[in-house]
């Protein structure tokens, strides 16, 4: 049964401000839950390393955690080979720890998504805070755009590059 005013009047709906700050606490649990790039979730797989082509520019991390950043000349179920600096390094598989592609980074990406998902979250948390007063559009719109600018801050911090390989943690070790 419909609710109305002795005039006859519907009552105006009053907003639940909780409701939108759990909605932002949803988006942004989701968001963190979302799951990575297929390329991300095998990093694990040396295959990736044999689908780079000759004179593709790559990080490779040892184990000791000294870096060698060249071009990529070739790898073999054992090993990989980069031309670093004009010298020609081979590199055990057993002391590689990560290669990263250092072509197209992503970080521009990883920007805008953090945007939308800042903006999402801002506007809904904005609602919950305006809702509260009559013209709020001030908070709403503030509570966006700082929300906006920090997602987009965060994303751009993400690593910008793919990894292709990351070794698997040695025995007894947690990630």
Do not use: C
Not at 40 to 64: C, F, H, P, T
Not at 70 to 79: D, R, V
Request: aromatic share 4%; hydrophobic share 40%; no cysteine.
């Amino acid at each position: 049964m419909k609710r109305r005013r002795v005039d006859g009047t519907r009552p105006k709906r009053r907003h639940d401000p909780r409701g939108a700050a759990w909605l932002a606490v949803l988006i942004m649990t989701v968001a963190a839950g979302l799951p990575r790039p297929a390329a991300a979730q095998s990093e694990g797989s040396w295959d990736n390393i044999n689908q780079l082509r000759a004179g593709q520019k790559i990080q490779v991390v040892q184990m000791n955690l000294k870096s060698q950043e060249g071009k990529f000349l070739g790898s073999s179920e054992t090993s990989i080979t980069l031309n670093a600096a004009g010298d020609e390094v081979t590199i055990p598989r057993e002391d590689v720890m990560r290669v990263t592609l250092q072509e197209r980074p992503k970080r521009l990406r990883n920007a805008l998504i953090g945007a939308a998902i800042g903006a999402g979250a801002g506007f809904a948390l904005g609602y919950a805070v305006s809702a509260k007063e009559a013209g709020g559009e001030v908070e709403l719109l503030s509570v966006a755009l700082l929300a906006t600018a920090a997602g987009a801050g965060a994303g751009a911090s993400l690593p910008s590059y793919p990894t292709l390989y990351r070794a698997p943690p040695p025995a007894g070790r947690r990630q």
